[in-house]
């Protein structure tokens, strides 16, 4: 069952609240995917990882028609900048357990056909800032430096993509970044900035759990001090949550 509810946001968001994230999520993509192929021949999507999105790649595997993936470039919001194992270049199975390629492609991208010169990685695990170079030059490249469709996760402090509260990435103004320090674990990682984030031209929102339901409260309200507050997007963003994360924006209560 879903439940839309009419609760204002000054971010202009729109709220989702489903008991199964998962396939309410891969169908509203799976629809924005394919509104964007229509319309324009393509969709360039960048993928977030975490706990929660998963679910939701296992239902675009199952669901998304194998001929919408020659259309489909894909990226990241942001990845773990890791070592890579000894292989064949190409192969996603050289990426760290813990990075967000490997994630997508075990829950989905590996069973289907995309085409791997439209899959573009944030990290190849060399030089940090060399990675960073090399991805912002192919992303306004390949993507024209812009998302059809956004995927992002929500941590627990609020945090989207490797934005994350009181630090410099939540200032930068530009197509990617690298973080040196992250305040979760690994240090160092890749991140789209803000402003390409906000420019998406649809965005999903995913949480799960009472554990967001105080930090979803607070970004709803457009609390700046967290990136999830700050997404002020082109386009009203989905907000699909579960009942539980969904509890403190419909009691409009930020501690709840």
């Not at 001929?67 to 773990?80: F, M």
């Not at 492609?105 to 800032?129: D, I, N």
């Not at 160092?188 to 031209?201: D, F, K, M, N, W």
Request: with cysteine; charged share 15%; proline share 8%.
């Amino acid at each position: 069952m879903i439940v839309h509810h009419d609760v204002n946001s000054p971010l202009g968001a729109h709220l989702h609240v489903a008991a199964d994230v998962a396939a309410v999520a891969g169908h509203h993509i799976q629809e924005a995917i394919e509104r964007s192929v229509q319309r324009s021949g393509r969709c360039r999507i960048g993928l977030a990882g975490g706990s929660t999105p998963a679910p939701a790649f296992a239902w675009l595997r199952a669901h998304l028609p194998a001929a919408v993936y020659g259309q489909l470039w894909i990226t990241w919001v942001d990845e773990r900048h890791l070592p890579l194992a000894e292989g064949r270049d190409g192969d996603w199975q050289r990426f760290g357990a813990d990075s967000n390629l490997r994630l997508a492609y075990e829950h989905w991208l590996a069973h289907v056909p995309v085409v791997p010169q439209q899959v573009l990685p944030m990290t190849f695990g060399g030089e940090l800032k060399a990675d960073v170079v090399r991805f912002g030059r192919a992303f306004v490249t390949a993507f024209d430096g812009g998302l059809d469709v956004s995927v992002l996760g929500v941590g627990p402090d609020g945090h989207i993509a490797s934005i994350f509260p009181d630090h410099p990435g939540l200032d930068v103004d530009d197509v990617c970044f690298a973080v040196h320090d992250s305040p979760k674990p690994p240090p160092q990682r890749i991140s789209l900035g803000l402003p390409v984030l906000r420019r998406a031209g649809a965005t999903f929102v995913l949480a799960t759990g009472a554990g967001k339901a105080a930090v979803l409260a607070r970004a709803w309200q457009g609390d700046a001090a967290l990136p999830l507050g700050r997404l002020h997007t082109n386009t009203p963003a989905h907000w699909i949550v579960d009942p539980a994360a969904a509890a403190g924006i419909l009691t409009g209560n930020p501690s709840t």
